[in-house]
């Protein structure tokens, strides 16, 4: 049996174990924050980070969702990190009830290695924001505090950070693309 074949099994895998109602409630809760015109903050480290700037990108040109990665801005992101800690590079002052934070993120948040996403998910809570997620392994702090949040199941263990990175970007595909959500068509 070849690498790539084991590997594709195990994407089968995921995408018959992944929650189509934790998907369809995500939808449900993006259309209200379109409908309240919330603001969107998608945050990430590592690869999630990047996987943030192309989730904007989507939200915003696809289904008309103000949107920001909070990582894409490093000038204040190192600011943030020298002047006050590197736990503090995806707080805001000026976020609102209204608005929602969005969390990638392969461990979902893991006290020893994602402090970040565990302080911007506290002070989202603290703000009255609702917390959505698309993480791996067993969702981290981001399962026990969101709102909605999508696991991507752990069918390898050794390929948990693979899997749970690409899977980010074909939830949030599916949820650009789906008809309550979608408000441009794409080009292609």
């Keep these: 049996m070849s690498h790539a ?4 099994q195990e994407v ?3 995408a018959d174990n992944l929650s189509l109602d934790a998907i ?3 939808v449900y809760e993006l259309v209200a924050l379109r409908r309240r015109q919330g603001r969107l903050f998608v945050v990430g480290l590592g690869g999630s980070a990047g996987n943030a700037s192309h989730m904007v990108n989507d939200m915003r040109k696809l289904c008309g969702i103000e949107a920001y990665a909070p990582a894409d801005n490093v ?3 190192t600011a943030r990190a020298n002047d ?3 736990p503090t590079i995806f707080y805001s002052d000026f976020w609102r009830p209204t608005d929602a934070l969005f969390v990638l993120s392969v461990g ?3 006290a020893t290695v994602s402090l970040p996403l565990i302080k911007a998910i506290d002070a989202a809570k603290a703000a009255g924001m609702k917390v959505f997620g698309i993480v791996g ?3 981290g702090y981001t399962w026990m505090q969101g709102d909605c949040v999508v696991v991507v199941p752990t069918v390898e263990p050794a390929r948990v950070t693979p899997h749970t990175e690409a899977f980010q970007a074909v939830v949030w595909h599916c949820l650009v693309s789906h008809p309550d959500l979608q408000a441009k068509a794409t080009k292609w």
Aim: proline residues 0%.
């Design 108 to 110: 979902g948040g893991a």
């Design 75 to 77: 000038s204040e992101l």
């Design 5 to 8: 074949w084991q590997y594709l």
């Design 12 to 14: 089968r895998k995921i």
């Design 84 to 86: 006050e800690g590197w």
């Design 137 to 139: 392994r067993d969702g």
């Design 24 to 26: 369809e409630s995500m």
